[in-house]
Structure formats: C-alpha cells, structure tokens
Nanobody
Framework: QVQLVESGGGLVQAGGSLRLSCAASGGSFRRYAMGWFRQAPGKRREFVARINWSDDSTLYTASVKGRFTISRDNAKNTVYLQMNSLKPEDTAVYYC????????????WGQGTQVTVSS
C-alpha cells in the first residue's frame, strides 16, 4: 500500500510560480509511474503530467506544456511539479497519483493540495 502526501499549494498571482511536492511511503516508489492531476470547481478531474519510473520520460497535457515540469527524486521518494507562468485557469485542487502498470489505472492517490491563481 502506497501513501501519497502532497504539499506546496497556495495562492499566487498570475504569472507566478509554485512547486508542488508529493511524498510517497509504504511501497517501491521507484517502480511506479507518477502522475499529477487536477480538479477545478464544477469540473471533472483532468490529467496534468506523468513521469515514468523506468526512463523518467514525461508526458504533459497540452495546456501546461512548456510551463509545468514534472520530476522525481527516487532517493527521497518524492515527485515534484514545478509550475511557472501560472494562469487563473490553473486554479484547482492538484492530486498526485501512482501507477503500477503502464497504461493501467492510477492505483494510489493523495489527498490533494489547493492551488489558487489570482488575476
């Protein structure tokens, strides 16, 4: 069983930056692909970014490409989401998740951290 705890959310002005962290415990972190998702009020949860465990390859949704960077530190069992040039439409609760099988479901989820971008 993997436990995930996000941190680093907050209130920032448009154009600013935040770095989210997700600390994992209870499992073989380095063998999971890790992802970030977000859910804005009244909207469905959407995929933001993913990083594979085997080669650290990354994937981003189009709306954040070039502004957000996902990375991982296996020694610290932590995945990060560096968010630059933030926009009001990035406002959401951000969740990290762990995926045991490539192409399969994300099996474990954190509790989420709020990111609010003011205009």
């Amino acid at each position: 069983q993997v436990q995930l705890v996000e941190s680093g959310g907050g209130l920032v002005q448009a154009g600013g930056s935040l770095r989210l962290s997700c600390a994992a415990s209870g499992g073989s972190f380095r063998r999971y692909a890790m992802g970030w998702f977000r859910q804005a009020p009244g909207k469905r949860r959407e995929f933001v970014a993913r990083i594979n465990w085997s080669d650290d390859s990354t994937l981003y949704t189009a709306s954040v490409k070039g502004r957000f960077t996902i990375s991982r530190d296996n020694a610290k069992n932590t995945v990060y989401l560096q968010m630059n040039s933030l926009k009001p439409e990035d406002t959401a609760v951000y969740y990290c998740a762990a995926q045991a099988v490539v192409g399969g479901p994300f099996d474990y989820w954190g509790q989420g951290t709020q990111v609010t971008v003011s205009s």
